[in-house]
């Protein structure tokens, strides 16, 4: 099946410095990805769309400049924390679409990060 | 997006039938049928989608009502490796333009 890989697994990074995590489709063209955010027991928070060639799309309540969103090539998105703070420790998960009408998202293995 | 409604949990025994229950009343015309699953610390895992159709794969089988208010999740044999949040999601397109809206979805728990 489809193999979105997402890297890296975990982050521990200090208050104020930036990272950045990437999400690979390893098997097919991923005209759009998703970025969600998870907390400790809850769903998973939509944060951004981003098609290929485009600005993302935020939503409500996502800061676009803080959480900074490429989708330079079909196969590849990156979310960037920047200037992170304790309270962007979370669990961020990114999935890719291929585009066909009715075909399932596929996920990535989620990337803790923890911000100290 | 229509909204969802299915169980905060369910226990099964190991090596038996699993039915999940998903009631969407709201459920449009164009509105795919998702289930995913999800174990701890991980992302979540495609399970198996349907429109209109009852549909089976390697991994499950979904029951989609007549009317299409209501689906079941149907896992013939569960194992512990089956315990997971499991997500019904109604998706327009199958979630390919818009993502997908997760719920709180049901915590199955499998006894050994």
């Known amino acids: 099946g489809a193999v979105v890989s997402q890297h890296p697994s975990r982050v521990i990074c200090k208050s104020g410095t930036s990272v950045k995590i990437e999400c690979r489709s390893l098997?097919?063209?991923?005209?759009?990805m998703f970025w969600y955010r998870q907390f400790p027991k809850q769903s998973l928070m939509l944060m951004a769309t981003?098609?290929?060639?485009?600005?993302?799309?935020?939503e409500q309540g996502v800061e676009k400049d803080k959480f900074l969103i490429n989708h330079a090539s079909l196969t590849l998105s990156t979310l960037t924390v920047t200037s992170a703070h304790p309270e962007d420790s979370s669990f961020y998960i990114c999935s890719a679409s291929s585009g066909i009408w009715g075909s399932p998202l596929h996920f990535g293995n989620g990337t803790r990060l923890t911000v100290t | 997006d229509a909204k969802t409604t299915q169980p905060n949990s369910m226990e099964s025994n190991e090596e038996e039938p699993v039915h999940l229950p998903c009631n969407h009343s709201?459920?449009?015309?164009?509105?795919?049928i998702h289930w995913y699953r999800q174990l701890p610390s991980q992302g979540p895992e495609y399970v198996i989608h349907?429109?209109?159709s009852n549909v089976n794969n390697r991994m499950a089988s979904l029951a989609i009502a007549e009317d299409r208010k209501s689906s079941t999740l149907i896992l013939h044999r569960a194992t512990l490796r089956d315990a997971a949040v499991y997500y019904c999601i109604l998706a327009y397109s199958g979630g390919g333009a818009d993502g997908l809206t997760f719920g709180k979805g049901t915590h199955l728990i499998i006894q050994p």
């Open positions: 349907g429109l209109t």
């Open positions: 709201t459920i449009s015309g164009t509105d795919y």
């Open positions: 981003s098609n290929e060639g485009s600005k993302a799309t935020y």
């Open positions: 098997d097919f063209q991923a005209t759009t």
